[in-house]
C-alpha cells in the first residue's frame, strides 16, 4: 500500500516484512531542503521591500551571460485599459479557481482597473474596476502631471499570509461630478473579490494653519493624489498625498488602516501649522525597518527654523525635511529629521528634498567597526545624503555638519526617482544625467565606480537590480520618451555600468517614474497601454532540469506550481522526483511508476533493496540518485561498503544494502533526489 504525505516531509511505502527478527523494514522516498514555493522571488511592495532597495536576489535565470540581444528580449506584451504607472507586482503560486496553481502578475492602471495575469504567458485570471456605482476615474482639469485620469497611481501593496488566498490593497480615485473620492481597497489575490469593504478616506488633524477651521484641518479627497507606493508595516497600511501640480490648498499627510477592516489606525500631517510639505517621492515609497519605524522625504512645504529645546520645529511644520516616524503605539510621531542648511531657500525656489525616494542600507560596519544603520537620499539639489538611521542630523542653519554624511553635487542633474542598492553599491540615475555607480566602503559613501556613457533624458530613471545572491547582478533602467529619443529598457553588469548589455528602445511609450519588476526570468515593464514582458528568447542557456519546467509550467525558474518540491497533481510526489524519473508533473504517479523495495536472497541472507524505474531516455544529468540505508531512520549510510549497485542502466536502478536483515532490529532504505544547489 503506498502512503503519500506533504511532498516537504518523507514519502514512504511500507514492505510487508517476511518471517524474520526484523521488526520494520521501510523504504523511503525523501527530498529534502526545498521548500514548498521554491525560490523567494516575489515581489510584493515597490521597489521589492520596505526597505525600498529594489533588490531580487534570487534570480537563477538571468545572467549578464544570457541577457544580450541572441538571447533576450521582447516576449508578449500584456494589454491594458489605460496608463500603469504603479510598478506590476508578482506573486508566485496562487491558487486559482478553475486554473490551479499559477504564478501571476497584478496590473493597476490610471483607469481604476485591477488585472491579475498569467505570469508565464497572456492569459487573464481576473479583472476589476475599483470605483463606486455611476463614477469614473478621476479627471484633474488643471493639472496634466498624471492625465488624461487619475485612478490607481501608487503601486499597491500585497499581504500573501491575509485572508485565504493572500490580500492586494490599492488605493483608488475617482469622481462623479464635481465628487472626488479615494478608497482604500483589500482585493482576493485568487478572485479579486473583496476581503472587507473598501474604506473611503477621510481625515482629520488639529493644525492652526491657513487652511484649518476652528483649529483642526480636514483632508479634501480632490486635491490629492496618492502617487507614494503603499507601504505594509507591522499590520498597518500607510498611505501618503501629494497635490496636483501644488495646487493650493494642499498640506502633508500620512494616514494608516488596519489591513485586516481598514479601519484607520492613525493620521499625521507634516505642516499642521503651515502649507504644502505634498509626500510624493516621484511615485517613491514610504520605508519602514525592522523596528516599524518609517522613514520619509517630505516636499517643499513650511518649515519652521525657530526650534524647541529638542532640536525640532516649534510649530511641527517638517516641510522639505528628512522624516523618521515612529509607529508605537498605532501612533505616527516625528522621531527625528534632517533638513538643509539651505531649507528656506529651496522651500521658496521649489528645490524640494522630497523629489527623489528613499532607501534604507543594510547594516554596514565603519572603519571603527562600529555597526552603521543608514538611509540615503537626495531631491533637486543634486546633492546625496546619506544619514545615521539613530541620529538623523536634525537642523544647523550654518551648514550641514550634523548629518552622517553629505555628497554635495554627486549628481549632475536634479532626482526625481528612487535609487537602488546592491552588493554595497548605491545606483542612482538623475534627470539628465548618467546612470551612476557609488561604492560603499567602510560605511562611506565614496566616488563613483562605474557610470552609463549614455545619460537619462528627464525624469532620469528609477533603476532595479536582479542577482543570484552576491552573484550575476543586472542592473535594469527605464527611460521614459522623450524629445532625446525613444522609450526603453536597458540592462547592465551590475559590476560595471559603464555599457549596457542590452537594451531595447522598440517597446512603447512608458510614463514618467516607472520602474522594471524582475522576477523568476522575467523583466515587466508598465508602459501607457499595458505590459511588456521580456525574457529568454531560447533554452540554450537553461539547464535540463530548467528545459523541462519551462516546457510544463511555462517558466524555467524553481517557483510556483514548477517548484522542486511542489506537486500539482496533488499526489506528494514533488516535481523534482517526477523529473528524475521521467514522469508527468501534472498526472498522478501510481505505486508502480514509483521506487520500489523489496526483500531479497543472496546467499544464505536476505537484504532490503530499491529499484528505481526511470520512464525517460537517460538518467537526468543535472540531479543526483542517492540511495541510502539505515538503522534507526537518523543516521544514512550512502554508497560503498554500506550499498551495493546491482544494476545501473539508462532506465533502471537497482541498490541493494549490504546488511542483511537477520538480526536487525530495523533497517530502512530511501532515495533522495537532489540538484547541485536548486537551480
Known amino acids: 500500500m503506498q502512503r503519500l504525505r506533504d511532498p516537504n516531509k518523507a514519502w514512504q511505502e511500507p514492505v510487508a516484512p517476511r518471517p524474520t527478527r526484523l521488526a520494520f523494514t521501510s523504504i523511503f522516498l525523501i527530498l529534502l531542503a526545498l521548500s514548498g514555493h521554491g525560490q523567494a522571488t516575489d515581489v510584493l511592495t515597490f521597489h521589492n521591500d520596505n526597505a525600498r532597495t529594489g533588490q531580487a536576489l534570487n534570480e537563477q535565470i538571468l545572467t549578464p551571460g544570457n541577457v544580450n540581444t541572441n538571447h533576450f528580449g521582447k516576449l508578449w506584451v500584456l494589454n491594458t485599459d489605460g ?56 479627471v484633474v482639469s488643471k493639472c496634466n502631471q498624471v492625465s488624461p485620469e487619475i485612478g490607481i497611481t501608487g503601486t499597491p501593496v500585497i499581504d500573501r499570509q491575509l485572508g485565504p488566498n493572500g490580500a492586494l490593497f490599492a488605493v483608488a480615485m475617482s469622481q462623479q461630478g464635481s465628487n472626488y473620492f479615494q478608497r482604500l481597497y483589500a482585493l482576493d489575490l485568487a478572485t479579486g473579490t473583496n476581503l472587507v469593504s473598501p474604506a473611503t478616506i477621510s481625515a482629520s488633524f488639529p493644525g492652526a494653519g491657513p487652511y484649518s477651521t476652528n483649529g483642526i484641518l480636514s483632508f479634501n479627497p480632490g486635491q490629492y493624489k496618492e502617487r507614494c507606493g503603499l507601504l505594509l508595516s507591522g499590520g498597518v497600511v500607510y498611505t501618503a498625498w501629494a497635490s496636483h501640480c501644488d495646487m493650493l490648498p494642499y498640506t502633508s499627510w500620512i494616514i494608516g488602516y488596519d489591513e485586516h477592516t ?33 522613514f520619509l522625504l517630505d516636499g517643499n512645504g513650511t518649515f519652521d527654523t525657530n526650534l524647541n529645546q529638542a532640536g525640532f520645529p516649534v510649530s511641527n511644520n517638517f516641510g522639505n525635511a528628512f522624516v523618521k516616524l515612529s509607529t508605537a503605539s498605532n501612533t505616527l510621531t516625528p522621531v527625528d529629521y534632517f533638513a538643509t542648511f539651505t531649507n528656506s531657500y ?38 546625496i545624503y546619506v544619514v545615521d538611521r539613530s541620529n538623523l542630523g536634525k537642523f544647523n542653519p550654518t551648514n550641514n555638519s550634523a548629518i552622517y554624511q553629505a ?111 524582475i522576477a523568476s526570468g522575467r523583466v515587466y515593464v508598465g508602459t501607457t497601454t499595458g505590459v511588456v514582458v521580456f525574457g529568454l528568447l531560447d533554452q540554450s542557456t537553461l539547464t535540463p532540469v530548467q528545459v523541462w519546467r519551462n516546457a510544463y509550467f511555462g517558466n524555467p525558474s524553481n517557483v510556483g506550481a514548477g517548484a522542486n518540491a511542489a ?63 539505515s538503522p534507526d531512520l537518523q543516521t544514512w549510510l550512502s554508497g560503498p ?17 549490504t546488511t542483511p536483515v537477520a538480526g536487525s532490529t530495523g533497517r530502512f532504505i530511501r532515495l533522495r533526489i ?6
Do not use: C
Open 83 to 138: 496608463k500603469v504607472d504603479a510598478q506590476p507586482l508578482y506573486v508566485a503560486s496562487v491558487s486559482i479557481p478553475g486554473v490551479g496553481w499559477r504564478n501571476v502578475l497584478f496590473v493597476a492602471t490610471e483607469n481604476d482597473s485591477l488585472y491579475a495575469f498569467n505570469a508565464d504567458g497572456t492569459n487573464l485570471f481576473w479583472e476589476t474596476r475599483l470605483v463606486g456605482a455611476g463614477e469614473t476615474s478621476a
Open 262 to 294: 481598514l479601519a484607520q489606525t492613525n493620521v499625521l500631517n507634516l505642516t499642521p501649522n503651515g502649507i504644502q510639505g505634498g509626500i510624493w517621492m516621484a511615485n517613491g515609497g514610504l520605508a519602514a525597518d525592522s523596528a516599524g519605524n518609517i
Open 346 to 383: 529651496e522651500i521658496a525656489n521649489d528645490v524640494d528634498l522630497g523629489s527623489g525616494g528613499v532607501v534604507l542600507l543594510p547594516d554596514m560596519l565603519d572603519a571603527q567597526g562600529n555597526t552603521r544603520q543608514l538611509a540615503v537620499g537626495a531631491g533637486k539639489d543634486a546633492n
Open 407 to 517: 555628497v554635495p553635487g554627486a549628481l549632475h542633474g536634479m532626482v526625481f526617482s528612487t535609487p537602488a542598492y546592491y552588493n554595497g553599491t548605491l545606483y542612482y540615475a538623475a534627470s539628465g544625467d548618467h546612470l551612476q555607480a557609488f561604492a560603499f566602503r567602510n560605511a562611506l559613501l565614496t566616488n563613483v565606480s562605474s557610470q552609463s556613457l549614455g545619460s537619462y533624458a528627464s525624469p532620469g530613471a528609477t533603476p532595479g537590480v536582479s542577482a543570484n545572491g552576491s552573484s550575476n547582478g543586472i542592473v535594469w533602467a527605464l527611460e521614459s520618451a522623450s524629445v532625446a529619443g525613444p522609450a526603453g529598457l536597458y540592462a547592465y553588469a551590475a559590476t560595471n555600468v559603464t555599457q549596457p548589455i542590452y537594451n531595447n528602445t522598440v517597446i512603447g511609450t512608458i510614463d514618467r517614474f516607472v520602474t522594471p519588476t
Open 567 to 629: 506537486s500539482p497533481a496533488n499526489d506528494g510526489v514533488p516535481n523534482l522526483v517526477k523529473y528524475a524519473l521521467g514522469l508527468n508533473p501534472f498526472t498522478s504517479a501510481n505505486s508502480a511508476q514509483l521506487p520500489s523495495g523489496s526483500l531479497e536472497p543472496s546467499g544464505d541472507q536476505t537484504y532490503l533493496t530499491l529499484t528505481i524505474n526511470l520512464y525517460r531516455t537517460n538518467q537526468a544529468p543535472d540531479v543526483t540518485y542517492l540511495v541510502g540505508v
Open 641 to 657: 561498503p554500506n550499498t551495493v549497485t546491482l544494476n545501473n542502466t539508462p532506465t533502471q536502478i537497482v541498490v541493494r544494502d
Open 674 to 679: 537532489t540538484t547541485p544547489s536548486p537551480p
